[in-house]
């Protein structure tokens, strides 16, 4: 097999991904007939697009039960070890994460299942460390949300580490896990470990991803905002004596005409809105959330159909990499991509947006 | 013939003479007795024979790598492009990186023997240790090359003069679309 760094650590300046392919509605919340069913062959045809294309990476979400409304929307939604695990039979060279509840998955499990998708995929495996915000998802696993999530998710992390480190049995005791004669062979072939990102908004979270992860992931309101978050992530990994790479999420709709882009992002983010599952997505995320500013969920009700709260990329493919330029100048090393409909609207975005992205400088392949 | 009892060049003078001597800057990694990974900056490293393709490195004993390096072991020598710095600076001490952690610096991938190579370094050589000579302070380790991998893009070498880094060669303007090789 050809031996290649991570996709993630090639030389494009603005790096993108696919998000949020493997659930249903993707991260949109929409009644429209064509929006994303996350059919298990639909899914591989985006991946492929996306691979093909040179796009660095394939980030599925973590979701156990779904947001209710018209579609049960997010219901349907693939797991997301074996998700990795096929899609890296599938393609060639793209990045695949795997998003993993730290309460949920015990670490000597993953360690063992994201090592096996590393080899699967010949290096390209990245694990999405989430502590998760959901109480009725941990109700399903009789689990209660702790308040020091991060705690536990440095344990969890610390036993992974251990695990790939070493060939010798060991006994990890910490003040959530209490684990005798631990092995875990093989070991993962990135060395030391898989790339590791989170999306962490508050300072715990922050400091965690500081030490443990290669990349946070953030949302802003407004791109002139984005930059306070990179450069609070940017201080406290220096402080760890370590780099961790900002990327964002966006939810894009690109047409030929500004007009026909806003008239569609209208279309399936108001008028079609799968309106109940836009209440009790934004009322439960509102109430436990720590992944996204107080205005966001009051200003934007129109982003969380649209793409879950995330920053919209609207408009014709020269208006796109307009704003993509703008985030890259806060200093954002990249962006997780939404679309209502991946398989359609990866293959214009592709031939469209990307040799704009090479014109501007911001990929170089 | 010289006797014991001849006088030797002062250490002082031997470190003084050797900063001189322009060497390319390599990372030697291998896989410790207990399975993590342990990797060296090296410049004491020399070709010594096509036939069969082998290599001579020369680590101190009390190197973390030493014991990694016995008699059969796998070890990877990966010769550090122009802009590698920082992974010479992290496996020669220069960091706050220890152990397993200097492997954060640089992009490294295991080989299918399991052995950490250095992704971007202009060669990377999968060897075999074929034989252990000792001298004083040091291990002189005969590596048998089993497997050489190239760079894509060669770049500028990464070389070690007068207590600084250097480079020799030349490194293409901009990273080409090269796609598939």
Known sequence: ?????????????????????????????????????????????????????????????????????????????????????????????????????????????????????????????GLNIVCGWNPDEFAMFGIQLAGDAYVQAAEWVDVIAQCYGTNQPFDFKGKFYDLKQVVSRPTSVQVPRPVTMNAAFGPPGRDFAARNCDYLFSTFSEIADGRQHVEDMRERAAAVGRNVGVYTVCHVVCRETQKEAEEYYTRYAVTEADHAAVDYHMASKKEFANSHDGDAFNRYRKRFAGGAGSYPLVGTPEKIVDEMLKISREGYAGSALTFVNYSYELPFFCDRVLPLMKQAGLRVQ | MTSETAAVASSEAFRQGMRALAGSVCVVAANGADGAPVGLTATAVTSLSADPPSLIVCVNRNASIAAALGQGAQFSVNLLALGQEEVAQAFGGQKAAKGVARFAFGDWIRSAQDIPLLMGANVSFECEVAQVTDWATHHIVIGLIRDARFAQAQTAALVYHQGRYGSVGTTPRAPKEDGDV
């Not at chain 1, 990045?95 to 096996?116: E, S």
């Open chain 1, 1 to 125: 097999m050809m031996l290649k760094p991570h996709p993630l650590k090639g030389p494009n300046r603005f790096k993108i991904g696919v998000f949020s392919a493997n659930a249903d509605g993707g991260l949109a919340i929409t009644d429209v007939p064509e929006r994303w069913r996350a059919r298990w062959d639909d899914v591989v045809t985006a991946a492929q697009i996306a691979d093909r294309a040179g796009m660095e990476f394939f980030l599925p979400i973590a979701r156990w039960r779904g947001f209710g409304g018209k579609n049960r929307v997010r219901e349907h939604s693939f797991e997301t070890f074996t998700f990795a695990a096929g899609l890296a039979s599938a393609t060639q060279q793209i990045g695949l994460f795997m998003t993993v509840h730290v309460p949920i998955v015990h670490p000597v499990y993953a360690a063992k299942a994201l090592a096996t998708v590393d080899h699967i995929s010949g290096g390209r495996a």
